[in-house]
């Protein structure tokens, strides 16, 4: 989408090279643990979770105050996955980060897991909250973010949607009320690759028409008093530069548009939603996120 | 069972003025208390609370779904939010995010249903909420609790303070007269007979308990002694004392400002269906939606004032077969 009204100019990027590359290598990494947790367990959101692992890795190992072996901590950044169907890509990227041991991945989709099928914050101490029914997560962002500004303390709150997400009228009532709060220590990002399940038909057979008009979504969070900057979500240096631009506006809440695509990095999963995927689309896809070493 | 004789007398507070003004006491020893409200206060109710903590006071717009959701984050940073709206919006407007947020995190908000059942002014059936109590019962993991009078409200707060989970405090618009004198102290899952008798059995909620002590003498008139036994706690349930009431009289009543489908009535036949078998009959809303008109007269069209209880309590037993009141034996064979 073309950039849209009361969009703020982004930094340039910040990080060191070498160090982009680490995190773009571990975004490579989540990727792969996504596509396989899903071919063992036979199912998962595995397109949602592919377009949101740059954005998750650039929060988890570089932007965000948090110590993973005290998950508890109460002075640590909170995150929010309110795309709470993503979860496969924040399992893995806590993995990754040193939450718990990436082998036990393995048991996603199995009796007694910590890792539900959406994010359950009363099996995995990690979690800061709960999420599945979009929207309701945003809320409890707002929530924490407004119960920081209550207690004086710094720490701030990062939360994740999607752009389908973001028909849920829940996320209008909660952003009116972040920008009539004037929230400046939340972050929102919009993971927006583009397509939900169903959505509305597009012009050639079989295609989608992504979930809002361009720009209009741009304009609707600026409507509700938020600061709206916009990213290519794929780019970890771009994304990190955005989030620290982000840091130093006050006043209101920023949202950043995060242009994504469904299925990144295998190329046949563009637009999948939740399915399984069979023996032969894991060789596959990992070929593909091999070669991307 | 617990006992406890009903003082039943003066006019009573407004609950909900009890209500704000007890949770101004507490917060003033406690700075985790917060009151969020849906453009519902007044200067009246939770405007005492939001003159006397300006702060804490959290004005979330008309607006229940993110309401409860805020909640839920703010308790995940250590407070203890009230939320208070009206009941039928707190419980079927937000009940996806009481069910994921509240219910199933175990986070500990209060949802305050304020105005909950058949009396809400002249709204009518959209603001009469007459199977909150169904809702929210089949939810795992919520309590949900319904005060009597202004003593059992305040006392429920105070206690409320430190439980651990989500509680919905059904609580009933205006008036209602004293139940208890200030030493009572609310029990979890625990009922209060509030009048002593054998011959049969009622067995109520929140400030209906008022409405059948009042019935008692009309029962009285006709050779009936009721044990009446008042249910603050709605979940988890007395059981102990459902079933004692109903060994000792044999036969069951249980009357509610609600629907007679998965209420008090519908968790006290769970509770003998399972324990102790005998005849009970529902006195409540019958499987309908009301509508807009004066608290008198809708307590009576709907059958849950004073002399529609005594009158339908007083046909059923006459429609009892086995009934042997004229000869003065017990109703039931308990």
Known sequence: MTRAIHTQPVAEALAPA?????????????????????????????????????????????????????????????????KGHAALALYATLALRGYF??????????????????PD?????????????????????????????????????????????????EVWEAAFVAGRYRLDNLLAIVDLNGYQVTGWPGTEPGSQT???????????????????????????????????????????????????????????????????????????????????? | MRHSEAVAGGDGRVLREAFNRT????????????????????????????????????QMGAAEQNMVGVAAGLATMGFRPYVSSYACFQVYRAHDQVRVLVAQTGLPVRLIGQSAGLLTGLTGKTHQSIDDVAVMRAMPGMTVLTPGDEVETADML??????????????????????FDQTYRFELGKGVAVHEGGD????????????????????????????????????????????????????????EDHSVIGGLGSAVCEVLAARYPVPVHRIGIADCYAESASPDELIERYGISSSAV?????????????????SGQAIGDG
């Open chain 1, 18 to 82: 070498v160090r982009i590359d680490e995190l773009h290598e571990t975004a490579r990494r989540v990727r792969i643990e996504v596509v396989q947790a899903v071919a063992r367990a036979g199912g998962g959101h595995v397109g949602a979770s592919l377009s949101a692992a740059d954005i998750l890795v650039g929060l988890y190992f570089a932007e965000m105050n948090i110590r993973p072996d005290a998950p508890d901590w109460t002075g640590r950044d909170r995150f929010v996955l309110s």
């Open chain 1, 101 to 118: 041991a990436v082998d036990e991945l393995v048991t996603f989709g199995h009796l007694d897991s910590r890792f539900q099928g959406h």
């Open chain 1, 121 to 169: 914050m009363t099996r995995l101490t990690s979690v800061d909250i709960s999420t599945g029914a979009l929207g309701a997560g945003f809320s409890a962002a707002v929530g924490m973010a407004m119960g920081s500004k209550l207690r004086g303390t710094p720490e701030r709150t990062y939360v994740l949607l999607g752009d389908g997400e973001c028909q849920e009228g």
């Open chain 1, 210 to 293: 992504p979930p809002w008009p361009a720009e209009a979504l741009a304009r609707q969070w600026a409507a509700s008093g938020w600061t709206v900057l916009e990213v290519d979500g794929h780019d970890i240096a771009a994304i990190l530069a955005v989030l620290a631009t982000a840091r130093e506006m006050t006043g209101r809440p920023v949202v950043v548009i995060a242009r994504t695509i469904k299925g990144k990095g295998v190329s046949f999963m563009k637009g999948w939603h939740s399915r399984p995927v069979t023996p032969d689309e894991l060789d596959r896809a990992m070929e593909e996120l091999r070669e991307a070493q």
């Open chain 2, 23 to 58: 949770l101004i006491e507490l917060a003033q020893e406690r700075p985790e208390i917060l009151l969020l409200d849906a453009d519902n206060a007044t200067p009246a109710t939770e405007g005492l609370f939001a003159e006397a903590f300006p702060d804490r006071f959290l």
């Open chain 2, 158 to 179: 105070r206690w409320s303070l430190d439980f651990p989970g989500p509680i919905y405090l059904r609580l009933p618009r205006g008036t209602a007269p004293l139940l």
């Open chain 2, 200 to 255: 049969i059995a009622i067995i109520s909620a929140g400030i209906q308990t008022s409405r059948v002590l009042a019935a008692v003498p009309a029962l009285e008139a006709a050779g009936i002694r009721p044990l009446v036994l008042h249910l603050p706690s709605l979940k988890p349930l007395d059981e102990d004392a459902i079933e004692e009431a109903a060994r000792i009289a044999g036969v069951v009543v249980t009357v």
């Open chain 2, 310 to 326: 005594a009158r339908s309590i007083l046909a059923w037993v006459a429609s009892r077969s086995d009934h042997a009141l004229a």
